[in-house]
């Protein structure tokens, strides 16, 4: 009887996640990131919003990464996932982190930027050209952090062979540079980080700057870059610094409904100003930088609810 239960219970799952052709909108996961990060805590915010105000259910997932992420939208085992536009990139076009292109997704909405930060100690350190020969922590090796170093170390005409890397995470990164083991460290995230505010607190922080020379050449070879800028007092530093910063997007798998995709969009963005005290990220959310995605297209629900507020999406 316990294993005929069971089968049934199974069995009701599996309509309940394929009714209506595909991926349904009554059962969208949502893949997020780690239980102490930004992606997971915002998404299941998120999530428990839309399944309790626009129709549908969504249920955020602890993730592990961009890359997982979307390989998890390939596998089926999510229909919706967070992940950094320049990985969305690198998996749409078959490069860097993926063997093969990946198309069975597209993009919902960019919801908030994540910004390159090269961090030192050494005040003498002001340009990226000023990193040639100094120890740089450059992210995990094959993670979008590495990547993103080494598209701005090539901007300069640097290799990762001009300096001496080391392959730390954000916490692993401040502690080397407390501890004078490194010069200088890439740390890809909302400013301002967790580990480079508490490295503030006993250290005077530096940011190095971008020249606006240099953000034009990124721009144009890497269009998933965007230029922004980090105010002085995010760490105390000297002056405001110019960088560029990847975004944190929103994905869904191509099968899931157009209602679907377009009731949580129009949740996402109508419902924002008035749902910054569930989380601050809504403060950063905008219509346009939303519909700013150009490397992947647009779900036709998503296409559709932009275009209502007059934006014109890549499709």
């Given at each position: 009887?316990?294993?005929?239960?069971?089968l049934v219970l199974s069995l009701a799952l599996v309509i309940a996640m394929t009714g209506c052709g595909g991926s349904s909108s009554a059962n969208l996961r949502f893949v997020t990131g780690g239980e102490s990060g930004t992606y997971y805590a915002f998404g299941s915010v998120i999530a428990q919003h839309a399944t309790n105000n626009a129709g549908i259910k969504v249920v955020g997932v602890v993730g592990n990464g961009s890359q997982k992420n979307v390989n998890e939208l390939k596998d089926g085992t999510a229909e919706l996932a967070f992940c950094q536009s320049d990985v969305m990139a690198y998996a749409y076009s078959g490069t860097n982190l993926f063997d093969a292109p990946i198309k069975n997704f597209s993009t919902v909405a960019a919801l908030y930027t994540e910004q390159v930060q090269i961090v030192t100690l050494d005040e003498n350190i002001k340009t990226v050209a000023d990193l040639a020969g100094k120890k740089v922590s450059i992210g995990a090796a094959g993670s979008g952090v590495y990547f993103n170093a080494i598209d701005i170390l090539g901007a300069y005409g640097l290799t990762e062979n001009d300096i001496e890397p080391t392959y730390q995470s954000f916490g692993d990164s401040a502690d080397a540079l407390k501890d004078g083991q490194i010069d200088a460290a890439f740390i890809v995230a909302g400013a301002p980080t967790t580990a480079v505010?508490?490295?503030?607190?006993?250290?005077?922080?530096?940011?190095?700057?971008?020249?606006?020379?240099?953000?034009?050449?990124l721009l144009a070879s890497s269009p998933y870059y965007a230029e922004c800028t980090i105010s002085a007092d995010t760490y105390g530093m000297p002056n405001d610094v110019t960088t560029v910063g990847v975004g944190a997007v929103v994905l869904v798998?191509?099968?899931?409904?157009?209602?679907?995709?377009?009731a949580l969009v129009k949740d996402i963005f109508d419902n924002a100003a008035d749902l910054v005290s569930s989380h601050a990220k809504y403060g950063e959310l905008s219509l346009e930088y939303g519909a700013s995605i150009t490397s992947v297209p647009y779900h036709a629900g998503a296409a559709k609810y932009f275009e209502e507020k007059g934006y014109t999406v890549a499709k």
């Open positions: 009887m316990k294993k005929f239960m069971a505010t508490d490295l503030s607190t006993t250290k005077q922080v530096y940011l190095v700057s971008l020249d606006a020379e240099h953000v034009a050449g798998r191509n099968d899931v409904s157009e209602d679907a995709v377009y």
